[in-house]
């Protein structure tokens, strides 16, 4: 259903039907349509942090001029860009998947998902090992909010496209992929500049 249309445009009942199974069954299992989401996001998230493990591969020594850096925060951004339901479950998280859950199975998520942020963290200090322990985890954090802000931009709708297009502005998708590359790079320079 998610490749069929956005999140915010499939209803419970929709989904009930198309698992064949009645809305009170499915609540049975999780707390909302919302829990079923935030499911889905920890599961693509998880998926997301093996392939990027692959895409790295073994760390290196570290090089002049912030090679190492660049090259993990453009593996992580370019992974993301490439991860469609991924970003927009992200981009949906805060305003919309966190708005009508119960607490426990907002604890449930939220410590799930501090694992995948610590995962990520760890993948990234394996490969910047001198960078400090409290920047990579701010950084681990802060990557998917950054992807979340922007990437709502990168889809939009079609009269916006057109006028885009019109006024010879960037590809939104492509400007997405660019400036979260960027701005990750940024960080993780900077955070190799700090020390």
Partial sequence: ?????????????????????????????????????LEVLYEEYG?????????????????????NETRVATAIAETIADEPLLCELVG???????????SECARDFKSRLVSHVEA????????????????VALFAEGAFMLAAGMYPFSIPTEPVRQAMS????????????????EGLVS???????RG
């Fill in 1 to 37: 259903m998610l490749a069929e249309k956005s999140v915010v445009d499939i209803s419970l009942r929709e989904l009930s039907d198309r698992v064949g199974l009645a809305k009170s069954n499915v609540l049975r299992y999780f707390d909302s349509r919302e829990a079923i989401f």
């Fill in 166 to 181: 019109e006024m010879s502005m960037p590809d939104p998708r492509r400007r997405f992929t660019d400036g979260l590359r």
């Fill in 92 to 102: 949906a998280m805060a305003g919309v998947l966190e708005r009508n859950i119960s």
């Fill in 120 to 135: 990520l963290a760890g993948l990234v200090a394996r490969h910047l090992p001198w960078l400090a322990p409290d920047r």
């Fill in 187 to 193: 960080w993780l320079v900077g955070a190799a500049v």
């Fill in 47 to 67: 998926s997301w942090l093996a392939h990027l493990d692959e895409v790295l591969g073994k760390p290196g020594p570290q090089k002049a001029g912030y090679v």
